[in-house]
C-alpha cells in the first residue's frame, strides 16, 4: 500500500474505531437499562427479580452507566423546579432590628415591589428606593446596617457588603441543596443559579415527586453534636453483619479473621489503605496534636502519613481465603462481611494514635475510639442499608449514624475514587445552629492555613461554653441535613463565644464550611415558584419526534445530494454519517448531556454538513468545465474553498460560543451540540469526502461524476 493511500484510510478508520470505542458503554448501558425498566415494570421495584438483577448486574450496569452519552431531563423524564431566593428578607434581616422605623418597611415595600415587577437586582433595587425615600428624610444606610467590627459610614461600603451578603446568600442555598439532592445518586442533577436571584434543579429520573418536593422546600437544620465512634457503634455494625448473613441464608458465621496480607489489598481497592504483611503503609490519617492557640481555638483534626502496625493478624495458615485470585477473594469477602466491607474499619490505639485496621470475625471490640472511611461508589449500598427499619434498630437508639457530606480532599484512592467519612454522633444536639451569629473564612496567623472564626450570641457562647468544657479531647460535629460537613476535636474550653475552627483542605473548603455554619436559619428564605414534571412518556414521545425529524431530516438531505452531485454527493453523504457519528463521541467523551435541544442542534448540524461540501463542488465544477484535469481540479477545488468554508462557520460558531456563554439550561444544550458539529462538519467535509475522493484516484480512476455539468453563462 502507497504511503499516501495509507493516510487516507487512517483518515477514515481511526475516527470510526475511536468513536465505536467511546459509544460502546453508551449502546450496553441502553441495552441494560432497557432490561432492567422491563423487570421493574413487569414485577416492581420491590421484587426478588430486580434485587436478583441488581447483585448480578449492578457493578457492571453502573461502570457502563459512567461512560455513557447522558440523556438530559427533556428526553430522560424527571422533575425541573425553578426556586427563589428571597433577596429582599435577606436585606431586612441584615438591617439592626432596634433601628428599622417605618421609614425602613416603606423602602423595603417599593423595594419588593420593584424586584417582583422588573427581576433586577435586590440590592441595587433597594440602593435606589432608599435614596429616593429615606434620604429626603434625613436618614442615612449607616443608620440601619452594622456589619460586625467594620466601620462603615459609606453607601457604596454599605451596598458592597450587602451585595457579598446577597451572592453568599445565594451559594449557602446552593450548597444546601446540592447536599440534600445528593441523596438520589443522581450524576446527571444540575443545580445552578439563573439571573440574580434564581436556582434551577433538574433531577432527570425521579419517581417520587412530593419527596423531592419536601426535600428542597423546608428550612435547613444546623446542629452540634457530640461524636461517638466508639466500641458500642463498632459492635452494632457486627450485628448487621450478622443478620444481613442470616437473611442471604448463611448457615455458619465466618470464623477466621481476615489476613491484613491476604485480604485487606483487595479490601483496600475500597479505601485509600494498602497494607503489606506487616505494616499498613503511608495511609492511616492521625489526629495531630492540638497547637498552641488561644483559648478559643477548636482545632479541626491534621491528617499526616503515618505506619500503622496491623496486630493481631492470622497466621497465614488459618487464612480463609488462601489460594482464592484477587477477585475471588473480594467477593467471598463481601459475602462473609456483607455490611462492614463496604467501609474500613480502624481502631486509635491509645497513646501511640496510630490506626489499626480491625476485623469482624467475632464481637470483642476494644473499648476506645474508631474511625470509618468509605467509598464513594459504595456510599448508594451503605444508604439503601441505613435506610431499613430493621438494620436501624441494631443502631444504639441515643445515635445517629451519618456520612460526611463531601469527601475529603486529603485521601485519595489509588483509582482517583473519593472516600468519605462515616461519623457515630449523638441524637440530641448539644446546640442548634440558630445560636451562630457570624462565620467567616480567616487564616491561622500561626500556621498560615485557612480556619473558620465562629461567633455565636450570648445563649449560645454560655452553653457552648459548658459543652466544650465538658468534652475536652473529644469531636464535635458540625452536621447540617443529616450530613456531618467537619468533625473539629475540642482542644481545650472555649469562653465568650468565639471560637476557631481548623483542618480545612484549603481555602475554598473552609469557605463552604462559614457558608454552612451561617445555615441554622437561612439569612435569605427560598420557595419554589416554578415546577415542571416530565414524566417517561414524554420522553419517550420527545425521543421519537426528534429521531423521527433527525431522520426525515438526513433523508432529505442525502437524496438531494445524491440526485444532484452524483458520486461525489454519495461521497457527501458518507461524510455526512461521520458527522453525526463524531459529534456523539465527543459528547460522550466530554461527559456531555444529550437533550431536546441537542437534538434540534444535530437537526440544523445535517442541514449544514453539507454545505461546505457544496462549495468544494462547485468550485471543482468550475474548474473541470474550463478544461483542467480532473485531479488538478480536486487539488484546486479544495484548496480555493478554504477560506469562503471558514469564514461562514467560524461566524456561526462564534454565534454558537455567545448562545453558551448568555443562555443557560436548553439553550447551551443547543449551543454545545451546535458547536460540535461544526468543527466535525469542518474536518468531514474537508478531510473526510477528500480522503475518498483521492483513494479513488489513486485507484486509477479516470473519471468521476460530480453532478451536472456547468452550464456556462450565455
Known amino acids: 500500500m502507497k504511503q499516501g493511500s495509507l493516510s487516507k484510510w487512517l483518515v477514515l478508520v481511526i475516527p ?92 423595603i415595600a417599593a423595594t419588593k415591589a420593584e424586584v417582583e415587577e422588573s427581576k433586577r437586582d435586590a440590592v441595587e433595587v433597594f440602593v435606589e428606593k432608599f435614596r429616593e425615600i429615606a434620604v429626603p428624610q434625613q436618614r442615612e444606610l449607616f443608620d440601619y446596617f452594622e456589619f460586625g467590627d467594620l466601620d462603615l459610614t459609606q453607601e457604596s461600603q454599605i451596598a458592597d457588603k450587602l451585595s457579598e451578603a446577597s451572592s453568599e446568600a445565594i451559594e449557602q ?71 444481613l448473613l442470616k437473611q442471604n441464608g448463611a448457615d455458619v458465621e465466618p470464623e477466621s479473621e481476615p489476613m491484613a496480607d491476604a485480604v485487606e489489598p483487595e479490601v483496600a481497592d475500597s479505601t485509600q489503605v494498602e497494607p503489606d504483611s506487616t505494616a499498613v503503609e503511608n495511609s492511616a490519617e492521625t489526629v495531630a496534636e492540638a497547637q498552641p492557640d488561644d483559648s478559643s481555638a477548636v482545632q479541626g483534626e491534621t491528617v499526616e502519613t503515618e505506619e500503622a502496625v496491623a496486630e493481631g493478624e492470622t497466621p497465614a495458615e488459618e487464612n480463609p481465603y488462601e489460594g482464592l485470585t484477587d477477585e475471588q477473594a473480594r467477593a467471598q469477602y463481601s459475602k462473609d462481611f456483607p455490611f462492614t466491607s463496604l467501609f474500613t474499619t480502624y481502631f ?57 457530606a463531601n469527601p475529603d480532599q ?67 460535629a458540625i452536621v447540617l441535613d443529616s450530613a456531618v460537613y467537619s468533625a473539629p476535636n475540642v482542644n481545650e474550653p472555649i469562653f465568650g463565644g468565639r471560637s476557631s475552627i481548623s483542618g480545612s483542605a484549603d481555602r475554598a473548603e473552609a469557605k463552604i464550611l462559614a457558608i454552612i455554619l451561617k445555615a441554622g436559619a437561612l439569612k435569605a428564605p427560598i420557595e419554589i415558584v416554578q415546577e415542571r414534571v416530565v414524566g417517561p412518556s414524554l420522553g419517550e414521545d420527545s425521543i421519537s419526534a426528534g429521531v423521527n425529524a433527525s431522520l426525515a431530516a438526513l433523508v432529505l438531505v442525502l437524496i438531494f445530494m445524491v440526485l444532484y452531485y452524483a458520486m461525489a454527493g454519495a461521497v457527501a453523504d ?41 462549495l468544494i463542488f462547485e468550485r471543482i465544477r468550475e474548474e473541470l468545465a474550463s478544461g483542467r484535469a480532473l485531479r488538478s ?73 460530480f453532478g451536472q455539468p456547468k452550464i456556462a453563462a450565455s
Not at 28 to 57: C, P, Q, V, Y
Not at 187 to 192: F, L, Y
Not at 641 to 669: C, E, K, R, W
Open 173 to 243: 442555598a446552593i450548597q444546601i441543596l446540592g447536599q440534600r439532592i445528593n441523596r438520589y445518586a443522581v450524576s446527571e442533577t444540575t443545580i445552578a443559579q439563573q439571573g440574580s436571584d434564581r436556582i434551577v434543579i433538574e433531577i432527570p429520573g425521579v419517581t417520587n415527586e412530593s419527596e423531592v418536593r419536601d426535600l428542597v422546600d423546608r428550612p435547613a437544620n444546623l446542629s452540634f453534636n457530640l461524636v461517638r465512634n466508639n466500641a458500642d457503634v463498632v459492635s452494632a455494625f457486627y450485628d448487621i453483619n450478622q443478620l
Open 16 to 107: 470510526v474505531l475511536l468513536a465505536l470505542w467511546q459509544l460502546y458503554p453508551t449502546y450496553i448501558f441502553r441495552t441494560m437499562k432497557a432490561e432492567r425498566d422491563a423487570i421493574i415494570t413487569e414485577h416492581g421495584s420491590d421484587s426478588e427479580e430486580l434485587a436478583r438483577w441488581d447483585e448480578n448486574n449492578g457493578e457492571d450496569f453502573a461502570g457502563y452507566k459512567s461512560g455513557a452519552l447522558k440523556f438530559g431531563l427533556d428526553l430522560e423524564g424527571g422533575m425541573y423546579i425553578t426556586m427563589e431566593v428571597d433577596l429582599v428578607k435577606m436585606i431586612e434581616q441584615n438591617a439592626a432590628p432596634d433601628a428599622v422605623d417605618e421609614v425602613f418597611e416603606q423602602v
Open 410 to 476: 486529603r485521601i485519595l484512592r489509588q483509582d482517583n475514587e473519593e472516600v468519605y467519612e462515616i461519623w457515630s454522633v449523638k441524637g440530641d444536639p448539644e446546640l442548634k445552629g440558630d445560636v451562630v451569629v457570624d462565620a467567616q473564612q480567616d487564616w491561622d496567623p500561626l500556621t498560615n492555613q485557612p480556619e473558620v472564626a465562629m461567633s455565636m450570641d450570648a445563649e449560645g457562647a454560655e452553653r457552648w461554653a459548658k459543652i466544650t468544657q465538658a468534652n475536652v479531647g473529644k469531636r464535635v
Open 574 to 614: 458518507i461524510a455526512v454519517f461521520f458527522n453525526l457519528l463524531l459529534i456523539l463521541t465527543l459528547l460522550a467523551g466530554f461527559g456531555g448531556t444529550l437533550t431536546l435541544p441537542g437534538i434540534a442542534g444535530l437537526i440544523l448540524t445535517i442541514g449544514m454538513a453539507v454545505d461546505a461540501n457544496v
Open 633 to 705: 481540479a480536486v487539488d484546486v477545488g479544495y484548496s480555493k474553498s478554504y477560506s469562503a468554508i471558514l469564514d461562514s462557520n467560524i461566524t456561526t460558531f462564534i454565534t454558537g460560543v455567545i448562545l453558551f456563554y448568555m443562555g443557560s439550561g436548553p439553550i447551551q444544550g443547543f449551543a454545545v451540540t451546535l458547536m460540535i458539529g461544526i468543527a466535525m462538519t469542518l474536518f468531514t467535509a474537508i478531510f473526510v469526502t477528500r480522503a475518498i475522493i483521492e483513494l479513488s484516484l489513486l485507484r486509477g480512476a479516470n473519471s468521476f461524476n
Open 348 to 404: 486509635i490505639a491509645p497513646g501511640s494514635g496510630q490506626y489499626q485496621p480491625v476485623g469482624f470475625s467475632n464481637r470483642q471490640f476494644p473499648q476506645g475510639e474508631y474511625y470509618f472511611q468509605i467509598p464513594g461508589d459504595s456510599l448508594a449500598r451503605f444508604r439503601e442499608l441505613m435506610d431499613r427499619d430493621d438494620i436501624r434498630a441494631l443502631i444504639p437508639p441515643e445515635y445517629d449514624v451519618l456520612l460526611s
